[in-house]
């Protein structure tokens, strides 16, 4: 891929996890270190929702203290599928999230995605999703770490997590410009870089479906923190007090996850019981951050869909075609593309907008998640929907752009 493309229509207990990639080759993450522990979260839930519910698969395992990615898949457990038969469909965000008046902007707008090694069919996964939805045309850049357009990483790891990440991006901001950066392992080393080709690049928007269960270290933060630049991370998949870097950190958007419902042509949201959420200790309270349970800071901002009932829909040739996805993989870069809609990301600093709008404003620009909770914490806010600011969902999902 030489040149633009032009697309058309705390405790931890040791857990093993199986790596599960669509493509049958492993996903073991490479660090150039030797062999890694596989670990699982376990504070909150033993096993989560997903994993015990037999909802979807990890593609990724999770190595403690080490970036793993998000993406959940369903392949293998649901019947075979097309386009919106294997999950919400762009259409089913844009209603949910008052999006289909404000689908002509997003142009100009370079949301950047951050993950570990190459899928090498990404530019033509994301034509045939886009064709199959209607989204029309967008520019789609594929980059190495040291921002080539060549060179690709070997390693396909992470193959479903590109495809998920640059298809939310679209779902929600169809002429957003996407550049796909792609780190040459999932070391945290290699993933700061592709942090900052990025922003060498010229993205407005970097979004990260991945985390460092345990760990809110194991990123340079440096790596995170360029004015005018929007980070946004997902929050995680093993529920209440199970967060990390890069979406602890203070400079980053923390976003949660929701499970949304759909009945006739009404939708409705609940706290996804597997989203990450919690007290990020070790990082120092945002000085706009209000909440009394926690004196540091508090995951999450913001959030949206993540549920795995249905998951969204994804096409990924290299692991197998259509299929559904889910985890808070999903929710970030789909509100990394409310943020290219909204088109002011050289004004925003973090998630502060969220927890400084008026009441009047929050009301009117966010959707309030009141039922659900991520994991047992004695009732409190940081693991139970409720009405106002709670961990699973923070402040909500979007409600147009007023809140961005």
Known sequence: MNATIRLAAPLIAALAIAACSGNGTSSSVPTGSGPTTLGQASVGHAIPQWQAKGLAHAVCPAVVGRPTCLALTKKGIQPACTGATCGFAPIDLQTRYKLTNKLSRGSGQIVAIIDAGDNPDAATDLTTYRNQFGLGTTTFNKYNQNGQQSGYPSYTGWSVEIDLDIEMVSAVCPKCTIYLVEANSASSSDLDAAEQEAVTLGAHIISNSWICYGSVNCVDSGAYSTPGVVYLAASGDFGYNQNGAPEALANVVSVGGTQLAKSGSAYSESAWNDAGSGCATGITKPSWQHDAG??????????????????????????????????TSAASPTIAGIYGLAGNASSQTAGKRFWTLKRKGYRRHLNDITTGNNGSCGGSYLCTAMKGYDGPTGWGSPKGLGAF
């Open 294 to 327: 926690c004196s540091s800071r508090t995951d999450t901002d913001v959030s949206s869909e993540a549920g795995c009932s249905p998951g969204v829909a994804e096409f990924d040739q290299f692991d197998g075609g259509w299929f559904g996805v889910c985890g």
